[in-house]
C-alpha cells in the first residue's frame, strides 16, 4: 500500500505541477498582451509628445515675431470695414481711378458671400485709359485703404487712339 500511496502523491503532485504551469502560462499571456497593449499606448504618446514638441516650435519662433504679427494683423484690419458700403466703395474706385486718369464705365456688385470674419462682395469694373494708367490704378489699389483682391483682367484695344484700351475687371471687396 505503500507504493500505491507513493504514486497518489505523484499523481497528485504532478496534477497540481500541471495545474500550476498552465496557471503560470496563462497568467504569462495575459501579461504579454498588457506589455503589448502598454507598448502600443507609450508609442501612441509617444508620436503625440513630438506633434507637440513641434507645435511649441512653431509657436515660439511665432513668439519671436508677435510684436511684427501684430503690426500686420492691426493693419489689414484697418483695410476690413465693418459694413460692406457700396457707396464708399464707388467713392474709393472712382478717386483711384480718377487720379490715375481712368475713366469708369461701370461698376457692378454681385451676389455677397458671408463667411464668418471676412465676408465678399464680388464687383464687376470696367474702365478706359491706357496700360500706364492700368498700372498705377492696380498698384493704388494694392496699397489702398480697403481691401481687394483682383481676380481677373480683360484688356481690348481701343482702335480709334493708339494707346487706348477697355479693361474689364473682376474683383472682390472685403467687409467684416
Partial sequence: MNINVKKQHILLITILSCILIIALAIFTA???VDI??????????????EKNEEKLARLEA??????????????????????ANEAG???????????DGL???????????????????????SFKGSYPQLVSFIMN??????????????????????????IDMKAVAFYR
Wanted: zero cysteines; hydrophobic letters at 45%; glycine letters at 4%.
Fill in 103 to 125: 475713366d469708369v464705365a461701370m461698376i457692378d456688385f454681385g451676389d455677397r458671400v458671408v463667411n464668418n470674419n471676412l465676408n465678399e462682395m464680388p464687383m464687376s469694373l
Fill in 30 to 32: 495575459i501579461t504579454a
Fill in 141 to 166: 489699389i494694392a496699397a489702398g485703404d480697403r481691401l481687394i483682391r483682383i481676380d481677373q483682367i480683360d484688356i481690348r484695344r481701343e482702335e480709334a487712339t493708339a494707346d487706348g484700351i477697355t
Fill in 89 to 99: 466703395l464707388i467713392q474709393h474706385i472712382n478717386r483711384l481711378a480718377e487720379a
Fill in 62 to 83: 511665432l513668439l519671436l515675431i508677435e510684436d511684427e504679427l501684430r503690426q500686420s494683423f492691426d493693419a489689414l484690419n484697418k483695410l476690413l470695414p465693418r459694413q
Fill in 36 to 49: 503589448s497593449e502598454a507598448n502600443s499606448a507609450i508609442e501612441n504618446e509617444e508620436q503625440i509628445y
